[in-house]
């Protein structure tokens, strides 16, 4: 029965997704925003995606729904045990927004110089799973950077050590092929497969964690790429000077939601180093955002997210004696 509740909610998840690419390509395009979808909108936090709340509590109710409907069957939340409930909760959590849509409102708003935003190369190995997990996040963000940059070269060196850092995971076999995809689409400069395929090798990734019952690491992955999202956001609105791009970082509902996974994690997960200090980078964005979705969100606003997103990212990314 656990089986086919699970094919349930992957076949309804991807059904989802590929009518939702399918749209975006019949309107327009490759790349660019089509002005229906939610890279049109002043935020990109969950309660701004159509059909979805600003709430867990709704988030969980879609989960369900989806569960009642993919499948043609009907029922009702109460016929779901506790773990069932707990599979389709973590299912939804793989619809988070990716930050590739957060740079395309960046690259309306302002038009940065995307490659001003590299890093240097991180290293591919760690001493604890979890620090393993936030890099990993950290680097899909890289890559989504490097397809702003249209560098396919840079796209390709960020996609060997997604492969790398997966492999650490134990999950390297999940990936291979699309490591193998992303170096394809990369020479043939495809940037919006290449958006595609990074989020679909993130999701591999963090359904394979869900799988081994991980979801720490699951967890760890989203919060790692959003983090190194902020940093750059809050970087590009910085040079920019511009009101809308730093009103772009008024994400406070994600930032709640993301500090809310963490909190559903055991309590073993929740006392590792990793996982207190991205607990705590979370807290002080979130109390940065604080208030209206309309107040204005000054340079010393900016500033903030700007430098609790980089001190964590690079204190996750330092080299270990």
């Known amino acids: 029965m656990m089986e086919i509740l699970l094919l349930v909610i992957v076949v309804g998840g991807a059904l989802v997704y590929l009518g939702r690419r399918a749209w975006l390509r019949l309107l327009g395009a490759r790349g660019n925003c089509c002005g229906g979808c939610p890279l049109g909108l002043p935020k990109i936090g969950l309660a701004d995606r159509p059909g979805r709340g600003s709430s867990e509590k709704s988030m969980k109710a879609a989960a369900v729904f989806l569960l009642a409907t993919a499948g043609g069957h009907s029922l009702a939340t109460a016929e779901l045990t506790p773990h069932q409930r707990t599979e389709a909760e973590r299912i939804a959590a793989l619809s988070v927004p990716s930050p590739t849509e957060f740079f395309a409102a960046i690259d309306k708003a302002g038009k940065p110089d995307w490659m001003s935003f590299y890093r240097e190369p991180v290293p591919t190995t760690y001493s604890t799973r979890p620090r393993t997990a936030l890099n990993l996040g950290a680097l899909v963000t890289d890559g989504y950077v490097a397809v702003e940059a249209q560098d396919g070269q840079q796209v390709k060196n960020t996609g060997k050590d997604i492969i ?158």
């Open 164 to 321: 790398a850092l997966a492999g650490a995971l134990g999950v390297g076999e999940d990936v291979l092929v699309r490591g193998k995809s992303i170096a394809d689409f990369a020479d043939q400069n495809d940037w919006f497969a290449l958006r595609e395929e990074l989020e679909a090798t993130t999701n591999e990734v963090r359904r394979a964690m869900i799988a081994q019952r991980d979801e720490a690491l699951a967890s760890l992955i989203t919060a790692g790429a959003w983090l190194r999202a902020l940093e750059v956001g809050s970087r590009a609105a910085e040079l920019s000077g511009e009101e809308k791009a730093a009103g772009l970082l008024h994400q406070a509902v994600l930032v709640g939601w993301l500090r809310g996974e963490l909190q559903l994690l055991p309590e073993k997960s929740r006392r590792d180093a990793a996982v207190l200090q991205t607990d705590l980078a979370l807290a002080s964005l979130e109390e940065t955002m604080q208030g209206e979705a309309s107040a204005v969100f000054g340079q010393q606003r900016v500033r903030a997210v700007k430098e609790t997103a980089a001190q964590f990212i690079a204190a996750m990314a330092a080299k270990e004696p």
